[in-house]
């Protein structure tokens, strides 16, 4: 398997650094794209749901034991353990157990999943989807010089180009005058997908039909092309960079389908050639994104490896580099708009669906009991709120109560008290007054009157009353938590 990924000697000619080879990396700082970000991460466990529920639907009983899921759980990219995977979408997968005595669970596929496969089978049979798939490989199969793919990086490209599982069999023998398959020289390669007659009429890229209908059959062959740009918020380009960037977009276009390899590697004219490839390539794909290791594994076989890295370091306003999904994928800017893919198609209305299914039954899953703990919580906290308000309302009665206050006075709060007997409030001493203005400051007054603040009680009582008091108010404070309990 290694050995086909190989890397074709290039003769590199000698030729001056220019400014992306020197002082780019030291001119601009990473700067995350929420919207791109999003795009890439709202797929998460979409592919390997669908490796699994590709797998269940291959088998003659529709159903797979969970030991054979867990044996294939690195090539079906299982990020969990799969019971546990399995058991987080129960609107796709469902689990039994056959004749009641197995002794390991088997799963199977419900009738809303299987309703959206059958929908998903329809869209790969459809002529229009065939008939762009196969230029799509066409055109994939001329940008590499050697006019042939191994089988196995195809494998790896399958999920980005929207090839059907048995694509081999089943799409590749419809057009035999664009591809098809032969023996392999290389070694672990069991076969490869060769380019059977070039077609001019493929031969054009996307920048360069824009720049025709922009022009309006002004383009000629050759001349500049300005690749589309656009940063982050808050990423930041110097003068310096600016212009080198600005005379980067007025070097001559060299179009993806020609052998630019002669040029050297360090020179920004190849740096734009290869930015032309790897724009081409990663157009070709359903949702314009692919894995790193993905595009760089072509670029191994291509012979393009180091400059497809150079491209994707110097030029982040045309490819972006998410690090969502444990990995690093490849964004084509310019595919999108607001985090949303511009140009959609079949395949990726029928991933979407998936997508909706597993999302609403997620939150569905999270929003019954989560309403419910925070009905529950509220109760409880209601309650023991109620206990501590009155619990401390008669803490306050009770240190009313020592001040010589009325017993059977039951409304005594954060507000003003009058003593029904003077009519006025009375000031015992200064030290009480400013102990009791900062309680009522805390507490949070009713009353706005200015001599709130002093607050005192005239009349001191006996004692024997406020300490009978306090066991009353111990005695109903108890009593209000066991009910609560």
């Not at 998936?354 to 703990?373: D, G, H, I, W």
């Not at 507000?415 to 400013?434: I, K």
């Not at 009157?449 to 108890?478: C, H, M, V, W, Y």
Request: with cysteine.
């Amino acid at each position: 398997m290694k050995s086909i990924f190989r890397t074709i000697s290039i003769r590199r000619h000698s030729g001056h650094r220019t400014f992306s080879d020197t002082a780019v990396e030291d001119v601009y700082k990473f700067v995350r794209d929420r919207g791109l970000d999003h795009a890439v991460e709202r797929e998460k466990n979409l592919r390997p749901l669908l490796s699994i529920k590709d797998l269940i639907r291959s088998e003659p009983a529709k159903s797979v034991p969970i030991s054979v899921i867990t044996t294939k759980k690195d090539s079906l990219r299982v990020p969990l353990r799969p019971i546990e995977f399995i058991r987080s979408f129960p609107s796709v997968f469902q689990e039994f157990l056959p004749g009641g005595i197995g002794i390991h669970p088997h799963i199977s596929l419900t009738p809303e999943i299987l309703n959206l496969d059958a929908d998903e089978q329809l869209v790969y049979g459809s002529e229009s989807y065939k008939q762009g798939l196969a230029d799509r490989l066409l055109k994939l199969l001329m940008i590499n010089r050697i006019n042939k793919i191994p089988l196995e990086i195809l494998d790896l490209l399958k999920w980005d180009l929207g090839l059907p599982q048995d694509y081999v069999e089943t799409m590749v023998p419809e057009f035999p005058d664009y591809f098809r398959v032969i023996k392999s020289k290389l070694r672990g390669c069991s076969g490869e997908l060769e380019l059977v007659c070039w077609s001019n009429d493929h031969a054009i890229s996307v920048l360069e039909k824009k720049a025709r209908a922009i022009g309006k059959g002004e383009y000629t062959k050759g001349s500049p092309i300005a690749f589309p740009m656009k940063f982050s918020n808050g990423f930041v380009v110097d003068k310096k960079m600016k212009k080198w960037i600005d005379d980067w977009q007025k070097l001559p276009y060299i179009s993806p389908y020609e052998n630019a390899l002669h040029l050297s590697a360090t020179s920004d004219e190849s740096d734009k050639w290869a930015a032309a490839v790897l724009h081409e390539i990663i157009n070709l794909f359903v949702s314009k994104k692919i894995e790193k290791d993905a595009i760089l594994h072509l670029g191994e076989f291509m012979g393009l490896r180091s400059r497809f890295k150079r491209v994707l370091h110097n030029h982040p306003g045309i490819f972006y580099l998410s690090s969502k999904l444990r990995t690093h994928t490849v964004v084509l800017r310019d595919g999108y708009k607001r985090g949303m893919l511009i140009e959609s198609n079949e395949l990726v209305t029928s991933r979407n669906r998936y997508m909706k299914l597993m999302n609403t039954v997620k939150k569905e899953n999270k929003a019954v009991p989560s309403s419910s703990k925070r009905e529950d919580k509220g109760k409880v906290e209601g309650a023991v709120c109620d206990t501590n308000a009155k619990a401390e309302n008669d803490k306050v009665e009770g240190e009313v109560c020592d001040t010589g206050a009325k017993a059977g006075n039951d409304d005594i709060s954060g507000s003003d008290v009058e003593n029904d007997h003077q009519g006025d409030f009375v000031d015992d001493d200064e030290d009480d007054d400013e102990v009791d203005q900062n309680q009522s400051l805390n507490r949070g007054r009713r009353n706005s009157s200015p001599r709130a603040g002093r607050r005192s009680f005239g009349n001191s009582g006996s004692r024997d009353k406020p300490q009978s008091r306090r066991n009353k108010i111990s005695l109903k404070t108890e009593k209000k938590r066991s009910r609560m309990y």
